[in-house]
């Protein structure tokens, strides 16, 4: 009898120690963005129209999201990216790390901002000045994407790039 009590009193405590070893729940904060996507972007100053493929998965258990951004073949600005994004628990916002051929590497953090998902640079780790994603305009089948740059500290900012998204069926 003493050895199923003690077995489990084991059984408890490394069930308990377990569980507490086991991480929060990742905010749904870009489940929207779960998918394949046709995009039509723009890039400044110009804003021709290019169209393009996105597709978002997620990996690891849902804790990492990945983008393979594709540029179609033929028309005209040639471009590549891939990004990760995750959510720092003990910070409580987003990371969203780019590695773009044409534009170079950039890291952003932030979170949803009402019915928007606002993420910004953190200037010491980019060229010069600072960037802003801003996803809106979010419906299950469709969202806008903007790019903007700052030149004084965020007081300001300058649109340098336009995505619209609608999901492949």
Not at 2 to 31: E, G, K, M, N, Y
Request: hydrophobic content about 35%.
């Amino acid at each position: 009898m003493i050895r199923i009590l003690v077995t489990l009193c084991c059984v408890t405590i490394l069930s308990s120690a377990l569980s507490a070893q086991q991480r929060p729940p990742v905010p749904d904060t870009f489940d929207f963005w779960i998918g394949t996507w046709n995009t039509t972007m723009s890039v400044a100053p110009k804003w021709n129209e290019v169209t393009g493929v996105d597709s978002v998965s997620l990996l690891l258990g849902g804790r990492l999201i990945e983008e393979v951004f594709t540029k179609k073949k033929g028309e005209g600005i040639d471009n590549f990216q891939r990004g990760y994004l995750n959510y720092i628990g003990r910070e409580k916002r987003w990371k969203h790390v780019i590695h773009d051929e044409t534009w170079g590497d950039y890291t952003f953090y932030g979170n949803r901002e009402g019915d928007r998902v606002i993420l910004k640079s953190d200037p010491a780790e980019t060229r010069q000045g600072m960037r802003r994603e801003t996803f809106y305009e979010i419906t299950p089948d469709s969202f806008e994407y903007l790019w903007e740059a700052s030149y004084d500290g965020g007081k300001t900012w300058r649109p340098e790039w336009k995505v619209s998204y609608k999901r492949v069926k």
